[in-house]
């Protein structure tokens, strides 16, 4: 193990001897900290938080942090990080704020300088966070999302996997996987160079179109096109942009309607 002098472990943390400690590094409380992972200079550790295998931590980020919530009253709650995660400089990822709940991030994940994961927040595997994107608490990100630049997301939202957020947006309600949206949080289509690029079949994307199609385009109720959307889906990825509609949503989901004017679907 290469701990530099002036880091700091707390007596109860367990670090894999392969880790990489460097200056003024601060590991305090009993984290636990899997192998090949390097912490940057003056990355500071709290609490009881894990950090998975092949992690690379950069400077000055914060991990496992108390939440940032008037109601949290210091009960034992978990902060944990999955494998070949990168986090860069000046990142903050906070503990969950609700007894024995944990703030998640999964494998290969790329939170990118002044990012925030707040309290309770669940990321799924390969999200990118751009640099200065902020995730209030309760927050769920879908696997292979990309939340872009400077991008505001409200509390209890969901955002569905291969979704790709424009930047400068605020996000106050649900996004369906696959989509795109502009700076102003509208979603302007699906998001087809990334489905490609996820390695989503020809078959399945061409499925996926024509249930976006009948969902925002038909000019039909939501849930009567989800309806009818949900009898169309036969794929994998159909199956699933449908069931994120029928999922619980504590802030509705956004759509707009056929002249592109953004409203609100509780």
């Given at each position: 193990?290469?701990?530099?002098?002036?880091?700091?472990?707390?007596?109860?943390?367990?670090?894999?001897?392969?880790?990489?400690?460097?200056?003024?590094?601060?590991?305090?409380?009993?984290?636990?900290?899997?192998?090949?992972?390097r912490?940057g200079?003056?990355?500071?550790i709290?609490?009881?938080?894990?950090?998975?295998?092949?992690?690379?931590?950069?400077?000055?980020?914060?991990v496992?942090?108390?939440?940032?919530?008037?109601?949290?009253?210091?009960?034992?709650?978990?902060?944990?990080?999955?494998?070949?995660?990168?986090?860069?400089e000046?990142?903050?990822?906070?503990?969950?704020?609700?007894?024995?709940?944990?703030?998640?991030?999964?494998?290969?994940?790329?939170?990118?300088?002044?990012?925030?994961?707040?309290?309770?927040?669940?990321?799924?595997d390969?999200?990118?966070?751009?640099?200065?994107?902020?995730?209030?608490?309760?927050?769920?990100?879908?696997?292979?999302?990309?939340?872009?630049?400077?991008?505001?997301?409200?509390?209890?939202?969901?955002?569905?996997?291969?979704?790709?957020?424009?930047?400068?947006?605020?996000?106050?309600?649900?996004?369906?996987?696959y989509?795109?949206?502009?700076?102003?949080?509208?979603?302007?289509?699906?998001?087809?160079?990334?489905?490609?690029?996820?390695?989503?079949?020809?078959?399945?994307?061409?499925?996926?179109?024509?249930?976006?199609?009948?969902i925002?385009?038909?000019?039909?109720?939501?849930?009567?096109?989800?309806?009818?959307?949900?009898?169309?889906?036969?794929?994998?990825?159909?199956?699933?942009?449908?069931?994120?509609?029928?999922?619980?949503?504590?802030?509705?989901?956004?759509?707009?309607?056929?002249?592109?004017?953004?409203?609100i679907?509780?």
């Amino acid at each position: 193990m290469k701990i530099h002098p002036s880091a700091y472990v707390h007596a109860d943390a367990v670090v894999h001897p392969s880790c990489e400690l460097g200056p003024n590094v601060v590991i305090d409380g009993p984290a636990h900290i899997g192998p090949d992972c390097r912490i940057g200079p003056s990355a500071i550790i709290l609490g009881h938080t894990e950090i998975g295998s092949g992690c690379t931590i950069h400077s000055h980020a914060v991990v496992g942090d108390v939440p940032q919530d008037h109601k949290y009253r210091g009960d034992l709650s978990y902060c944990r990080i999955g494998r070949d995660c990168v986090i860069r400089e000046g990142v903050t990822i906070h503990r969950a704020s609700v007894q024995e709940h944990s703030t998640i991030v999964g494998d290969r994940c790329y939170l990118m300088t002044n990012s925030h994961v707040a309290h309770d927040c669940i990321l799924s595997d390969d999200v990118t966070l751009v640099s200065g994107a902020l995730l209030g608490g309760h927050v769920q990100i879908g696997r292979k999302a990309i939340i872009s630049g400077n991008t505001g997301v409200h509390q209890f939202v969901r955002i569905g996997a291969m979704t790709m957020i424009g930047a400068v947006a605020m996000i106050s309600q649900d996004i369906p996987p696959y989509v795109m949206t502009n700076h102003n949080g509208e979603i302007a289509g699906l998001n087809a160079i990334g489905l490609i690029r996820a390695d989503i079949s020809r078959e399945e994307r061409q499925e996926v179109k024509a249930l976006f199609k009948v969902i925002y385009r038909s000019g039909m109720a939501l849930k009567r096109a989800v309806e009818l959307a949900a009898e169309l889906a036969k794929t994998d990825a159909g199956r699933q942009f449908i069931e994120f509609f029928d999922s619980e949503s504590l802030r509705g989901i956004r759509k707009y309607n056929a002249n592109g004017r953004q409203r609100i679907v509780a």
